[in-house]
């Protein structure tokens, strides 16, 4: 529902912060990672997940796209839910659970605590392939592209294409002709898709 929420900070503690956006306050429950990623800052851009629930609607912000995209990962895992999700994200860096999870390193997910054995297999099992191609993939370096990109994807999946073969067809199209505009961008991943 919220793809982010850009503004003030008006406080900030290691479990949440609350960030004005347009006269309205919004509550984001953050890792420790993020945390340390917002230091000093006074304007803050956060990128967010809701989590609804029967008792509770509850709004997590990350720092950055990638410790989102790990944390979505780790909630599709069978027993671990948004807080589990956000422990693991305060106990290690985004990178320390990637490399984790990719050898299958349990010992380093059951040094979180409330992750038992069989939990940490658990997500190892699930996410060693997902993680394993999240890791190779490049970086994306430039805002521009970002955005470019994501218009053009949000404007493929609107069409009903798969969103990863999507997302390659634009990466090849990006690399190709890096100074195009969205429409440009659609009708050639159109060619390759």
Do not use: C
Not at 7 to 29: D, R, T
Not at 59 to 66: N, V
Not at 77 to 98: F, M
Not at 100 to 115: C, D, E, R, T
């Amino acid at each position: 529902m919220y793809a982010y929420i850009s503004g003030n900070l008006v406080s900030k503690n290691p479990a949440f912060v609350v960030v004005e956006a347009n006269g309205i306050g919004y509550q984001l429950h953050i890792s420790l990672n993020t945390y340390a990623a917002i230091g000093d800052h006074k304007e803050v851009k956060l990128y967010t997940y809701l989590s609804i629930r029967e008792d509770a609607h509850v709004l997590f912000g990350f720092a950055e796209e990638r410790e989102r995209a790990l944390f979505l990962q780790l909630i599709s895992v069978s027993g671990v839910g948004p807080n589990t999700a956000r422990l693991i994200l305060s106990s290690l860096t985004a990178d320390e659970t990637i490399e984790a999870i990719a050898v299958g390193n349990i010992n380093v997910l059951q040094s979180v605590k409330g992750i038992g054995g069989k939990t940490a297999q658990r997500i190892v099992v699930d996410l060693k392939d997902k993680v394993a191609k999240a890791a190779s993939m490049p970086e994306k370096v430039e805002s521009v592209h970002n955005r470019l990109k994501e218009e053009a994807l949000s404007g493929l999946l609107i069409l009903g294409f798969n969103r990863s073969q999507a997302e390659k067809a634009l990466d090849r199209v990006l690399k190709a002709t890096p100074g195009t505009s969205v429409e440009v961008l659609i009708k050639e991943a159109l060619k390759i898709l």
